[in-house]
């Protein structure tokens, strides 16, 4: 996928951005398809992740609430052999994906590696809380991150000087503008990284132009009209249900969320839909203006060398201060680093919070 190719996609299919996010952007689709919960679904107690269960973790389902008064699910994920308090990570995304997929697959291994962790989903998506469904705000669901450091940080097994981050696609950028005003936050780790503020309002490498733009915001204001006369939102087209002749990464993306690899019915990538006015609050909110303000604490992008997302790291990796670390992971892909153990250096993710979060 090349940066020409991007920007035709944007060109072609801004319109459709409106309705499904930037990580779900549908080709040829007309359909508006209808949200899958009207209310939020009842927490399931039986283990349905898109990974295996590991022998040497316990896991808990658990619920805290936000700032705003939401109530978010979670799974945290303990090691069976544990001694004293112990540092603790939070750990959300993909964006439009739920706990049960990569975020879960992440937090278990860490808790592998001896960490206490926290996949949550934000609000209004999964198993938590939040009306209409299917919604994502910068505000909010930065906001979900420091709910779920609030969470960990009462917990009994958790020592709360010692808590990181990890966000996963368009939570990396989410989790980096948390630990930017949350300074309780002591390293953040941002894999295959989305700025979902800079792609929505300017398109896949900034290709969107002043009339697009114009355009766009015109089409999402009117929508309120609709939606209120409705009662209720309007919903975009069914995400990556492909017709074919989309691009490699939206390929790559359905072979993530629309098959058994990494399917789940909760998560809006999974052919779901997100309202059609859900880049409203994303178009004019810059999600990395702060990302100075981490420093002194230390912050490692992920990201995988033929990703068509690599930019975001990369432009996030300027600008952040020191200290701070670009990994690149060689012949990856985007979707890669959602869920491949061969690919995914849990090892460098292990030792990089073992020296951060060190007493």
Same mark, same amino acid.
Not at 51 to 64: G, R
Not at 99 to 127: H, I, V, W
Not at 288 to 312: C, M, V, W
Not at 323 to 328: A, H, S, T
């Given at each position: 996928?090349? %940066?020409?190719?991007?920007?035709?996609?944007?060109?072609?299919?801004?319109?459709?951005?409106?309705?499904? @996010?930037?990580?779900?952007?549908?080709?040829? #689709?007309?359909?508006?398809?209808?949200?899958?919960?009207?209310?939020?679904?009842?927490?399931?107690?039986?283990?349905?992740?898109?990974?295996?269960?590991?022998? =040497?973790?316990?896991?808990?389902?658990?619920?805290?609430?936000? %700032?705003? /008064?939401? &109530?978010?699910?979670?799974?945290?994920?303990?090691?069976?052999? +544990?001694?004293?308090?112990?540092?603790?990570?939070?750990?959300?995304?993909?964006? /439009?994906?739920?706990?049960?997929?990569?975020?879960?697959?992440?937090?278990?291994?860490?808790?592998? +590696?001896?960490?206490?962790?926290?996949?949550?989903?934000?609000?209004?998506?999964?198993?938590?809380?939040?009306?209409?469904?299917?919604?994502? !705000?910068?505000?909010?669901?930065?906001?979900?991150? !420091?709910?779920?450091?609030?969470?960990?940080?009462?917990?009994? !097994?958790?020592?709360?000087?010692?808590?990181?981050?990890? /966000?996963?696609?368009?939570? /990396?950028?989410?989790?980096? =503008?948390?630990?930017?005003?949350?300074?309780?936050?002591?390293?953040?780790?941002?894999?295959?990284?989305?700025?979902?503020?800079?792609?929505?309002?300017?398109? $896949?490498?900034?290709?969107?132009?002043?009339?697009?733009?114009?355009?766009?915001?015109?089409?999402?204001?009117?929508?309120?009209?609709?939606?209120?006369?409705?009662?209720?939102?309007?919903?975009?087209?069914?995400?990556?249900?492909?017709?074919?002749?989309?691009?490699?990464?939206?390929?790559? $993306?359905?072979?993530?969320?629309?098959?058994?690899? @990494?399917?789940?019915?909760?998560?809006?990538?999974?052919? =779901?839909?997100? &309202?059609?006015?859900?880049?409203?609050?994303?178009?004019?909110?810059?999600?990395?203006?702060?990302?100075?303000?981490?420093?002194?604490?230390?912050?490692?992008?992920?990201?995988?060398?033929?990703?068509?997302?690599?930019?975001?790291?990369?432009?996030?990796?300027?600008?952040?201060?020191?200290?701070?670390?670009?990994?690149?992971?060689?012949?990856? !892909?985007?979707?890669?680093?959602?869920?491949?153990?061969?690919? #995914?250096?849990?090892?460098?993710?292990?030792?990089?919070?073992?020296?951060?979060?060190?007493?």
């Amino acid at each position: 996928m090349t %940066r020409s190719d991007t920007r035709h996609l944007a060109r072609r299919d801004l319109m459709k951005l409106t309705g499904v @996010g930037a990580v779900a952007l549908t080709a040829g #689709i007309a359909a508006p398809a209808k949200a899958q919960f009207k209310d939020p679904p009842t927490m399931t107690a039986e283990w349905d992740k898109t990974f295996p269960q590991s022998p =040497n973790v316990d896991h808990e389902k658990v619920t805290f609430r936000n %700032r705003y /008064g939401l &109530t978010l699910a979670g799974d945290l994920y303990l090691p069976k052999t +544990r001694k004293g308090p112990l540092a603790a990570l939070v750990v959300s995304g993909p964006f /439009g994906a739920v706990k049960e997929q990569s975020s879960g697959l992440y937090a278990q291994n860490m808790a592998e +590696r001896g960490f206490a962790t926290l996949a949550f989903d934000p609000s209004f998506t999964g198993e938590s809380g939040g009306e209409p469904r299917n919604l994502a !705000s910068p505000d909010i669901n930065t906001e979900d991150f !420091s709910a779920a450091v609030d969470f960990l940080g009462l917990h009994p !097994s958790v020592d709360r000087e010692r808590i990181g981050m990890i /966000g996963i696609c368009g939570w /990396g950028g989410m989790a980096l =503008n948390a630990a930017a005003v949350d300074k309780r936050v002591k390293a953040v780790v941002a894999v295959t990284m989305y700025d979902m503020t800079r792609v929505m309002s300017r398109g $896949y490498n900034d290709s969107v132009t002043p009339e697009q733009r114009t355009q766009t915001l015109e089409q999402l204001s009117r929508q309120r009209w609709e939606d209120m006369k409705n009662g209720a939102p309007a919903y975009g087209p069914a995400s990556l249900v492909l017709k074919g002749g989309e691009p490699q990464f939206m390929t790559d $993306y359905a072979d993530y969320y629309m098959t058994p690899r @990494g399917y789940h019915p909760r998560a809006v990538n999974s052919g =779901n839909a997100w &309202t059609q006015t859900n880049p409203l609050s994303f178009m004019n909110m810059p999600l990395l203006t702060y990302i100075q303000e981490i420093a002194p604490r230390p912050i490692l992008l992920i990201h995988g060398e033929k990703a068509h997302s690599l930019y975001f790291s990369e432009t996030a990796y300027a600008a952040a201060a020191e200290p701070k670390e670009l990994m690149i992971i060689p012949g990856a !892909s985007h979707v890669d680093l959602y869920d491949r153990l061969d690919v #995914i250096p849990f090892d460098r993710l292990g030792d990089f919070f073992g020296q951060a979060l060190s007493q």
